[in-house]
């Protein structure tokens, strides 16, 4: 994982906890077939995509807890 991405994601989300548990649903709905909600994500990880969104604001608490989660 890129580091400056975590410290962007962490100044959108200081909660690290909450943060962890975001990326980690996000990770686990783009590995179900969800399409990035970024641009150039063509190099980069799961855990990156899912940090970047989250600090370009794409990704938000309430959008992951409305949505029904992919694994259930």
Do not use: C, F, H
């Not at 990880?45 to 604001?57: F, P, T, V, Y």
């Amino acid at each position: 994982m890129n580091s400056q991405i975590i410290e962007q994601a962490s100044q959108v989300v200081p909660n690290k906890q909450l943060l962890i548990n975001m990326v980690s649903k996000r990770v686990r709905q783009l590995m179900a077939g969800s399409r990035p909600l970024i641009d150039n994500s063509y190099n980069m990880g799961l855990a990156d995509i899912a940090l970047s969104e989250i600090a370009a604001g794409n990704v938000s608490i309430l959008n992951l807890l409305s949505e029904k989660d992919t694994l259930e």
